[in-house]
């Protein structure tokens, strides 16, 4: 998997603010969708506080090595996990990154179609979810590259 375009297209879907806001959830967050939590020294500071670059940078990295392992955890093994295409182990981690690996791995319908390599079936399933409608062009974007594994195997 490319890392580096992964964390490029997560940063793009999630934003990059440097400083703490709130979510669409009202939920505390700073930098790259880092939720904030009761150990991080940030999490009692006001909203619109300025966070540096450095410390969104630590967080996302952080953040990015979490989720991957959520993701790989989710999918089964690490084996299985780097078995997939690039492009869908780019997609799984982006979700993950967005939902948690405990929602991620509620999409057991889509998760199946993946270890089977049915893209379209996979696809199918993203778009029926309550995700698809409510993460705007990230969820099209996603399913676009695993509808694109179908031109590639050819």
Avoid at 23 to 38: A, R
Wanted: glycine letters at 6%.
């Amino acid at each position: 998997m490319n890392i580096e375009l992964c964390k490029a297209e997560i940063t793009r879907h999630e934003g990059k603010v440097l400083e703490i806001y709130k979510d669409s959830l009202g939920y505390k967050t700073l930098g790259i969708g880092h939720l904030c939590q009761p150990e991080d020294p940030e999490y009692d500071w006001e909203v619109g506080t300025k966070v540096s670059e450095e410390v969104v940078n630590m967080y996302f990295e952080d953040d990015f090595n979490k989720h991957l392992a959520e993701t790989i955890h989710v999918f089964g093994t690490e084996e299985a996990f780097y078995n997939l295409p690039s492009d869908i182990q780019r997609v799984l981690v982006n979700m993950c990154f967005n939902l948690s690996g405990t929602r991620l791995s509620k999409f057991k319908n889509m998760l199946g179609a993946c270890r089977a390599h049915d893209w379209n079936e996979m696809a199918k399933q993203m778009e029926d979810s309550r995700w698809y409608n409510q993460v705007g062009r990230r969820s099209k974007e996603l399913q676009d590259i695993v509808l694109q594994q179908n031109a590639s195997v050819y």
